[in-house]
C-alpha cells in the first residue's frame, strides 16, 4: 500500500491539483533520469515521492498543437491545431469545463499559448483573459514566451518598472525570426540558433524566476473553500539559450553531456517530410554548429532547467507552508521536448524521440514511500484525464486520454500499444520497439527505426529489404487505422 493510500492526513474534499508545465523541456534533462550533468534536485524529490514516466509522448512537437491536444484531450488530426496558425474553436469542450463542472476554481500563471495574439488589437495580454475563460479558466494571469515583448504583459510590467526591458527587448529580438529582410548567419534571425549569450537580466530579473515567484504568491494568498487547479506555465527552456549568466556560472567549469549522436539525418526516402528535416537543418544553423557550440547550447538550456527545478521546488514548499501539500497531486510536464544537437538538430518540430518525449512525473497527495518508474508508452492526452479522475470530473466529449492513476495508487491500467504524435501533416507511430514516421496525405513511410538497435536513430530502415516485412506490418496494422480518420487541417501544409 503506498503512503498515498493510508495517509491520515487526507482530507474527504476533492483533492487540489496542480500541473506545471515547462516549454520544450527534453524528459531526459534530469538528475533522475541519469543525466547527471544537469540540476533538478526538486524535480528529483518530485520523482522520488510520485511516479515518473519515461515514454511519455507529447501529442506535437509544437507549442500549440500540443498544447490544444493538452487541452481537449484529442488528437492534433482532430482538433485542427496542427500549426501554430490556428487555435482551438471557442466552444470545444476541454478538461477545465469539466473541473469547473466538478466544482474546482481553474486558475492559470505564466504561459499558456492557446490563443494567437498577433490576431487580437489589444494594449495589454490582460485583454486576453476573456479567450482563456472561455476555455475554462476562472482566473487568468498570462504572460507569454521569452518572445512576447511587443504587446505589454505583466512581466514586461516588471522590466519596465525595473529599466530592464529596452534591453531585454533588443536581446529577443536579435534572437526573433524575421522573414527575408533579416540579417546575419541565418535569414530569418541575426543570431545562429546555437547562440547561448545570456539574458541581459540578473537571476532574480529572468522571466521563469518571474514565473515562480507569482506561482508561489498565488499559493500563499488563496484561501478559499474550493478545491483549487492551478496551471503554471513556464517559458523556458525553449529557445533563446539566455540562462541568466549566474545561473550558468552555476555549472562551470563542468562540461554538460554531448548528444547521443550528431549524425545528421539521411534525406534519402523522405519524401515531403525532406522539406521539413531541411527547415529545421537550416533553421538550426547545422553548418556552423560545432560540438563546443552544442556544448554551449546544452550548459545554457540544463541552466534554464535548474532556474524551473528551483521555482518548483519554491512551489511545493509554499503548498506545504500553507498546510495543502497533503491535499494536493503534483504534475509536472512539458509541451513537447527538445533536440539540442542531437543530429546536429536544435528546436523541435521533427518526430525524432528527443523532440517528441516529455517529462511527465505525477506526485500524489501525501507523496509515495518510494518512487517508481513506468515503462509503458503514455500519451500527453492521458494527462488531463488523469486530472479528470482524481477530481472525480466528468468525461471530456471524444477524449482519446487515459487515466493513468492506476499506475500511482495500485492497479496498473492496460498499456498502449503505441503512442502517436503529429506535426505538420506527418505522424510518428512508436511501439515497443519501433518508430515509424508517415506523410499523412500520401500515406508513405519515411522513417523507420528499430529503438532496440539504434536508440539513436541514425540508421532509417525504410528502403531496407531486410525490414520490408516489419515496415509492411507496421504501416498496415497502426498507420492506416488512425490515419482513417480524416484529418481536420484549417490551411494546407507547406510540406505537402
Request: aromatic share 8%.
Amino acid at each position: 500500500m503506498t503512503q498515498t493510500e493510508e495517509s491520515p492526513h487526507r482530507s474527504r474534499r476533492p483533492p487540489n491539483i496542480v500541473v506545471v508545465m515547462a516549454d520544450q523541456h527534453r524528459a531526459d534533462a534530469m538528475g533522475c533520469t541519469g543525466e547527471d550533468t544537469v540540476h533538478t534536485p526538486n524535480l528529483d524529490a518530485l520523482a522520488a515521492q510520485g511516479v515518473r514516466f519515461s515514454r511519455a509522448s507529447c501529442q506535437g512537437p509544437l507549442c500549440m498543437p500540443a498544447r490544444a491536444s493538452f487541452l481537449t484531450e484529442r488528437y492534433v488530426r482532430d482538433h485542427g491545431v496542427y500549426t501554430n496558425w490556428a487555435e482551438v474553436p471557442v466552444g470545444q469542450p476541454t478538461y477545465l469545463h469539466a473541473l469547473q463542472q466538478a466544482g474546482y476554481h481553474t486558475a492559470m500563471v505564466g504561459k499558456a499559448h492557446l490563443v494567437r495574439d498577433d490576431l487580437l488589437p489589444v494594449a495589454h495580454v490582460d485583454e486576453m483573459a476573456s479567450r482563456l475563460v472561455t476555455h475554462g479558466f476562472d482566473e487568468v494571469i498570462e504572460t507569454g514566451d521569452k518572445f512576447a515583448t511587443t504587446i505589454p504583459n505583466r512581466y514586461t510590467d516588471h522590466l519596465r518598472a525595473r529599466g530592464l526591458l529596452a534591453a531585454y527587448a533588443q536581446h529577443i529580438a536579435d534572437r526573433s525570426y524575421q522573414g527575408e529582410g533579416g540579417r546575419g548567419v541565418n535569414a530569418t534571425k541575426r543570431v545562429p540558433m546555437w547562440d547561448a549569450t545570456p539574458a541581459p537580466l540578473a537571476l532574480t530579473d529572468y522571466i521563469d524566476t518571474w514565473h515562480g515567484d507569482a506561482a508561489v504568491r498565488w499559493v500563499e494568498t488563496w484561501t478559499a473553500a474550493t478545491p483549487f487547479f492551478l496551471f503554471v506555465g513556464f517559458a523556458g527552456p525553449h529557445d533563446p539559450w539566455d540562462a541568466p549568466a549566474e545561473a550558468v556560472a552555476r555549472y562551470a567549469p563542468e562540461h554538460p553531456s554531448p548528444p547521443t549522436s550528431t549524425r545528421r539525418p539521411a534525406l534519402e526516402h523522405l519524401g515531403a517530410y525532406g522539406k521539413l528535416v531541411r527547415g529545421m537543418l537550416d533553421l538550426s544553423d547545422t553548418d556552423t554548429m560545432t560540438d563546443d557550440a552544442i556544448a554551449g547550447m546544452r550548459r545554457a538550456y540544463f541552466a534554464n532547467v535548474s532556474v524551473i527545478d528551483h521555482e518548483m521546488g519554491r512551489i511545493v514548499t509554499a503548498l506545504e507552508a500553507r498546510g495543502l501539500l497533503d491535499d494536493t497531486w503534483v504534475v509536472y510536464t512539458s509541451d513537447h521536448g527538445e533536440m539540442a544537437g542531437d543530429h546536429g538538430l536544435m528546436s523541435k518540430c521533427l518526430l525524432y524521440e528527443p523532440a517528441v518525449r516529455v517529462p511527465l512525473i505525477v506526485r500524489p497527495p501525501g507523496g509515495r514511500r518510494d518512487g517508481r518508474v513506468v515503462g509503458d508508452l503514455v500519451e500527453h492526452v492521458d494527462v488531463p484525464a488523469t486530472v479528470r479522475a482524481v477530481a472525480g470530473a466528468p468525461a471530456v466529449p471524444d477524449s482519446e486520454g487515459r487515466s493513468l492513476t492506476g499506475y500511482v495508487t495500485g492497479g496498473d491500467p492496460p498499456p498502449r500499444d503505441v503512442a502517436v504524435s503529429e506535426n505538420w501533416g506527418f505522424a510518428s507511430f512508436e511501439t515497443a520497439r519501433h518508430r515509424l514516421v508517415v506523410d499523412e496525405d500520401a500515406g508513405t513511410a519515411c522513417q523507420l527505426f528499430d529503438l532496440e538497435s539504434d536508440p539513436a536513430e541514425d540508421d532509417n530502415l525504410v528502403g531496407d529489404p531486410a525490414h520490408v516485412d516489419v515496415l509492411d506490418d507496421l504501416v498496415a496494422s497502426v498507420a492506416r487505422p488512425f490515419l482513417a480518420v480524416p484529418a481536420v487541417r484549417p490551411h494546407p501544409s507547406p510540406f505537402a
